[in-house]
Antibody, heavy 126, light 108 residues
Framework: QVQLVQSGAEVKKPGASVKVSCKASGYTFTDYYIHWVRQAPGQGLEWMGRINPKSGGTDSAQRFQGRVTMTRDTSISTASMELHSLKSDDTAVYYC???????????????????WGQGTLVSVSS | DIQMTQSPSSLSASVGDRVTIACRASQDISNSVAWYQQSPGKPPRLLLYAASTLESGVPSRFTGSGSGTDYTLTISGLQSDDFATYYCQQYFSTPPYSFGQGTKVEIK
């Protein structure tokens, strides 16, 4: 069965970086985009960015551009998200999720997120 | 960017009730909307996509409808497992993907 298993909780100080990993199993890793979505305590879902595991190409939400790095290692079917220059309001649960984005000759067309990781709590505090 | 506005933000209901949650997009999204359920401490779970297509394994009491900018999620015959928070999401124009603010369904 499809599984996305994330790395464990992290505690970081302001200004530091955090790296969260997401190991995929049960499907062909390069067939699905991996997305990163975060949820601050008591708040809603916020899309951060996505990576195409086949090409390594990434897109990120404007507010995270320059502060987020998304990578993948196809040899171990794992995607990672690194967030830099952490602030206290980056405290959140970070999820990975997959979707079957379809790319034509000119554009790519996103889809729904049909499988999610269990979430990784990142706490930022001095 | 497309904004998704959900209503209400919360509602109280009893087991067996029929509840409806609305989601309005800032522009026509051509049925490119998904609905998710999230229980406390759990990741979101996909319920429906393409506005009205039920994900495999999801009970038929969950239905979706709508077109253009306006979409609804209806739960017919609320069960105890259904007390959770629900989110809509558009994937018509991406990136970015956008979610509604969420609707918390609580026990009356």
């Amino acid at each position: 069965q499809v599984q996305l298993v994330q790395s464990g909780a992290e505690v970081k100080k302001p200004g530091a970086s955090v790296k969260v990993s997401c190991k995929a199993s049960g499907y062909t890793f390069t067939d699905y985009y991996i997305h990163w979505v975060r949820q601050a305590p008591g708040q809603g879902l916020e899309w951060m960015g996505r990576i195409n595991p086949k090409s390594g190409g990434t897109d990120s939400a404007q507010r995270f551009q320059g502060r987020v790095t998304m990578t993948r290692d196809t040899s171990i079917s794992t995607a990672s998200m690194e967030l830099h220059s952490l602030k206290s309001d980056d405290t959140a649960v970070y999820y990975c999720a997959r979707d079957l984005t379809y790319c034509g000759s000119r554009n790519c067309y996103g889809r729904w997120f049909d499988s999610w990781g269990q979430g990784t709590l990142v706490s930022v505090s001095s | 960017d497309i904004q998704m506005t959900q209503s209400p933000s919360s509602l109280s209901a009893s087991v067996g009730d029929r509840v409806t949650i609305a989601c309005r997009a800032s522009q026509d999204i051509s049925n490119s909307v998904a609905w998710y359920q999230q229980s406390p401490g759990k990741p979101p779970r996909l319920l429906l996509y393409a506005a009205s297509t039920l994900e495999s394994g999801v009970p038929s009491r969950f239905t979706g409808s709508g077109s253009g900018t306006d979409y609804t999620l209806t739960i017919s015959g609320l069960q105890s497992d259904d007390f959770a928070t629900y989110y809509c999401q558009q994937y018509f124009s991406t990136p970015p993907y956008s979610f509604g603010q969420g609707t918390k369904v609580e026990i009356k």
